[in-house]
């Protein structure tokens, strides 16, 4: 299945903007306001009440003031989970982001869910070669595909590893914003639904890996919704598509992200999901991420 009703999610306690990641992340601004752990967590917060008004299952984990972790509100880049009850733990590129890894929470989601083996890739910060999870890669799970910018986050030597470990196939190519400079994460310029993918084909500046993603993409059964450079920057391509407990399919983003998409894309969308947004402009201001990376998708057998 692409898609789950089960998500993990961590209330930050001290979130802030990142210095260690700021450099190649361009969607990062420093932010005016003193007041952003406070009003990151009312963003929080009504975002998860919105989820659970959905029928989404939305597991919360509190996160702690020490060791210091001000993105440990994106937990999508540390770890992922599997239908086959398997994890991965990602190398990152942050030092304070390494800290996030945290076995507890394994540990809690136990009682739940069936966890048969972790797998750790975090050994290749050794290396100084990263793998930042579900930002690094989009992954089309019914098809077994990993779509993947290359970046200082994203290493051709750890995404093949991942793909020869879970059977996946990669699906490579440089990204750009509108600058020139390369898109640190591939889930903020693309978006994979059950049927559909969301992408800015426009990042893509080689023509020969523009029509290889294209290629993949309607090969797999996709149907294509382009967004533009403009709406990359506000957050259009960081969605994720889930489904709640009714298995209603529900395609969840940011307020910022639904405002600057048009009519027909819209339109386009709502072919196949129902629509959930909430406003989370300081977390994505002094982030740099949005709606999708806040969000782990616990794809693990339940045990319920």
Known sequence: MQTTNHILMIRPVDFKFNEQTAANNKFQVVSETQDVQAQALKEFDDFVELLRQNDIDVTVVDDTLQPETPDSIFPNNWVSFHEDGSVYLYPMFSENRRLERRKEILDDLKA????????????????????????????????????????????????????????????????????????????????????????????????????????????????????????????????????????????????????SLNPEQVGALERYSRIIYAPLYTIEKNGGGSARCMLAEIHLPSKL
């Open 112 to 259: 739940r869910f069936e966890l048969n083996h972790v797998t750790d890739l975090s050994f290749y910060e050794m290396q100084y070669a990263f793998l930042e999870g579900t930002g690094s890669m989009v992954l089309d799970r019914t098809n077994k595909i990993a779509y993947a910018c290359l970046s200082v986050r994203t290493d051709e030597e750890v995404l093949n590893n991942f793909c020869m470990l879970t059977g996946y196939d990669p699906v490579i190519f440089q990204a750009v914003d509108s600058d020139n400079f390369p898109i640190y994460h591939t889930n903020v310029m693309m978006c994979i639904g059950d049927r559909f993918a969301v992408i800015c084909l426009d990042s893509i500046r080689d023509a020969e890996e523009r029509l290889q993603v294209s290629i993949s993409l309607k090969g797999s059964g996709k149907e294509i919704i382009e967004i533009s450079l403009e709406q990359m920057n506000k957050f259009a391509g960081n969605m994720l598509q889930v489904s709640n407990t009714a298995g209603e399919s529900l395609l969840v983003m940011s307020e910022q992200a639904y405002l």
